[in-house]
């Protein structure tokens, strides 16, 4: 084995926002590879649209730069704990890791989350305090944090030895002064020459390339990414693909790419330690092995942690259903089946319910953003509660655990733990920072569902919150259920402004003048616990007799919005979410009163009896 010190592959990995993207943007611009037209805007490794609407990154992305005589190999990976399957697979790529931390808030509980996974991968941190020029920056602090974490997540003494530097992203600087305000990035550039090994390969054995991502072209149909481990790739070479339990394909490299700058490009043969694309292996998953036809034997597959919960997709049954253009179970099963492909983090298995599938992920907003895309590419959907996934461990059941960080001013701290305690959360840590209490949480996961809202709610939208995957620990006892009920319709047609006048009396509107409702559709919520059966399509009587104040000025209140992830922790059992290219609706499971009830008698019955 010998080390490639022409080649650098590096990962940078952090918590949401702590600007990952926007560092990569400032390498860009300095690398002196590109014209100004090339790179405009912000975030220009966020190319999907819902990346650009949340300001996340959903998608690992691959970019090549070169610095001097190296060429660095850079992978983008997200910072929410939801996309962790996208960091575990995409790490395997790298030899070092960029762990950026902002240099006001320090390590943060999704930071822990990919900090950890690099050092399961054994790989070479580098510190970037980022945001320096923050005016309540406080570096120093925050670097001894981070010291904190690497001993709490169990770092050997030569990972705790980190090198680190100062930085800001969006003024495009580094620098080891932390009192810097101005600069360049070379001072990094030169950090990851210096303590990021280049990849330790064995030129002259046997091709073997583990698939850790696909891409799709109409064209050419899958390509496989992935880093070589041994050996090297001509174009036309002929190529076995080991798949899950040693089943073997043939294929062939048509196409031979690799990384350069924003793109790819074709070239004749690439050694072992690049990062290559590889078109003509048809039928291959993220992680096959691909290999020669001589020594199929394969490499470790990848291993990603386990989905911690599940929601059914039903297709549309409602009264309003042929908007999108995808209705059917047939459609439904082939979209599911397809995102399986690219996202390992993903489950899907036949539901007990008629024209369902069970569909499970690492968290809502994995799970939202699926539904998202869908309803964007067409697709008309129904989506049930989200229901965390229980596990028995030595015949004790357990259930998933979510470490939660909440940032609120100090005098709004009463309502956040009144909130979070209420739900079977148990208080960690408690700091100050400026004006700002941090506090920290384990909380089951089910006392998750529907938290934000609440909490944002209970501090005038001051609390920030985040949180990421725990462990499993024995289940709790219940957890509050949503206090108020809901109005739902009794009719079919559109709501009428005077009828909407009248109902908002008793709770908060959904839909708006004007809007199709039909029956069973939830319009409002009530003020009290119980369900309100209302007409929302109800118009006022006409006469020929005039009195004072009959004609008064209706005025409403503006309809609560709601999001696609507000939806989806507002919903109780016998609801769903009605999702279509342009609205999301909620309904009740079954439309009619008769059906409701005779539903609640058989649940009812069903308890009795076990």
């Known amino acids: 084995m010998i080390r490639r010190d022409d080649l650098r592959n590096i990962a940078i990995i952090a918590h949401v926002d702590h600007g990952k993207t926007t560092l990569v943007d400032a390498m860009l611009r300095q690398s002196g590879q590109f014209r100004a ?40 990976t997200p910072g929410h704990a939801d996309f962790g399957g996208e960091v575990e697979r995409t790490l395997g790529l790298a030899d070092g890791a960029l762990l950026l931390v902002d240099a006001f808030e320090g390590p943060m509980p999704q930071t822990k989350f990919v900090l950890r996974k690099a050092f399961e991968r054994k790989l070479k941190p580098i510190v970037v305090i980022n945001k320096i020029d923050r005016p309540d920056a406080r570096p120093d602090e925050v670097l001894n944090e981070i010291f904190d974490t690497f001993i709490e997540l169990g770092a050997n003494e030569e990972q705790a030895d980190f090198p680190y530097i100062f930085a800001s992203g969006k003024a495009g600087f580094a ?27 064995n030129p002259d054995g046997p091709f073997k390339l583990l698939v850790t991502s696909l891409d799709f072209s109409e064209y050419v ?25 040693g089943v073997i394909a043939n294929g062939a490299a048509d196409q031979v790419l690799v990384f350069d700058k924003l793109g790819r490009v074709e070239v004749e043969s690439a050694s ?90 690492r968290g809502l907003l994995h799970l939202s953003v699926l539904i998202e895309t869908m309803r964007r590419e067409g697709y008309e959907l129904t989506v049930g509660k989200p229901e965390v996934i229980l596990k028995r461990i030595d015949g004790v059941l357990h259930e998933p655990y979510e470490y939660l960080v909440v940032d609120v001013p100090q005098g709004q701290m009463g309502p956040v733990m009144e909130l979070v305690g209420a739900r079977r959360g148990e208080m960690v840590k408690m700091d100050v920072k400026g004006a700002y209490a941090h506090l920290e949480f384990t909380i089951p996961a089910r006392g998750l569902l529907g938290l934000r809202t609440r909490l944002l709610s209970a501090t005038q939208g001051e609390a920030i919150l985040h949180h990421n995957f725990h462990g499993y620990q024995p289940m709790k006892g219940e957890i509050p259920r949503r206090v108020n009920g809901v109005m739902v319709s009794m009719v079919r047609g559109q709501a009428v402004a005077y009828a909407l006048d ?28 119980e ?18 104040g009959s004609d008064k000025n209706i005025l409403l209140k503006p309809p609560r919005q709601l999001t696609l992830e507000i939806a989806l922790e507002y919903i109780e059992s016998d609801e769903l979410v009605e999702v279509t290219p342009s609205k999301i609706r909620l309904r009740k499971r079954h439309l009619t009163e008769q059906g409701r009830r005779r539903s609640e008698r058989g649940d009812k019955s069903m308890v009795v009896a076990g």
Do not use: W
């Open 221 to 245: 149909g899958r390509i496989a990414i992935g880093r070589i481990h041994s050996g090297s790739v001509k174009r036309g070479t002929k190529l076995a693909i080991v798949k899950a339990g």
């Open 175 to 201: 620098s080891h002064d932390p009192q810097a305000r101005e600069g360049t990035i070379q001072p990094l550039l030169d950090l990851i020459l210096r303590h990021v090994p280049g990849p330790e390969v």
């Open 502 to 529: 009248h109902l908002q009396q008793r709770g908060t509107m959904f839909v708006s003048p004007g809007d199709e409702v039909y029956e069973g559709m939830i319009i409002a919520e009530n003020a009290r616990s």
């Open 37 to 76: 037209s090339q790179l405009q805007g912000e975030q220009i490794l966020d190319s999907n649209a819902l990346e650009r609407e949340r300001g996340i990154t959903i998608l690992a992305k691959n970019i090549a730069i070169q610095y001097g005589g190296t060429k660095i190999n850079v992978i983008d």
């Open 272 to 361: 072992a330690g690049e990062i290559v694309a590889i078109v003509g292996v048809p039928a291959i998953d993220i992680g096959d092995t691909v290999t020669v036809p001589d020594d199929p034997t394969p490499l470790p597959r990848i291993e990603v942690d386990e989905p911690t919960l599940s929601m059914n997709f039903r297709v549309n049954d409602g009264p309003l259903v042929g908007e999108g253009q995808f209705l059917t179970t047939r459609h439904l099963k082939e979209r599911l089946d397809r995102e399986l492909i690219s996202n390992v983090a993903l489950r899907v298995e036949p539901s007990d319910e008629r024209d369902a599938f069970r569909v499970s992920g």
């Open 531 to 548: 369900d309100l059966l209302v007409n929302p399509c109800k118009e006022k009587k006409l006469t020929n007799i005039r009195a004072a």
